[in-house]
């Protein structure tokens, strides 16, 4: 049973930088590719970052790009989002997802919140 456990969310201010954590267990990491997608209240849940299983090429939206960093170690069977200069609108809760490729995900975690006061 594939399983993913998130943590690293809370309140900072904007401007702030938080890490989220993600462990995979119940599959093999080191071909599995990683994403983090996240949903703001009242929208629907969108892709935020991806990275494959060979760690190259990572994908980001144009609305994180140049603030956030998604980074794997696969020794450890976890996937980070850095995640710097935050915005208000960066608030949502987060969820990791582990899939066979960024286009075909397989599990999802429970989600972390992430709250950015102005």
């Known amino acids: 049973q594939v399983r993913l456990v998130e943590s690293g969310g809370g309140l900072v201010q904007a401007g702030a930088s938080l890490r989220l954590s993600c462990t995979l267990s119940?599959?093999?990491?080191?071909?599995?590719?990683m994403a983090w997608f996240r949903q703001a209240p009242g929208k629907e849940r969108e892709f935020a970052v991806g990275i494959s299983w060979s760690g190259d090429r990572p994908q980001y939206a144009d609305s994180v790009k140049g603030r956030f960093t998604i980074s794997r170690d696969n020794a450890k069977n976890t996937v980070y989002l850095q995640m710097n200069s935050l915005k208000p609108e960066d608030t949502a809760v987060y969820y990791c997802a582990a899939g066979y490729s960024l286009d075909r995900y397989i599990s999802w975690g429970q989600g972390t919140q992430v709250t950015v006061s102005s």
């Open positions: 119940g599959r093999t990491f080191s071909t599995t590719a």
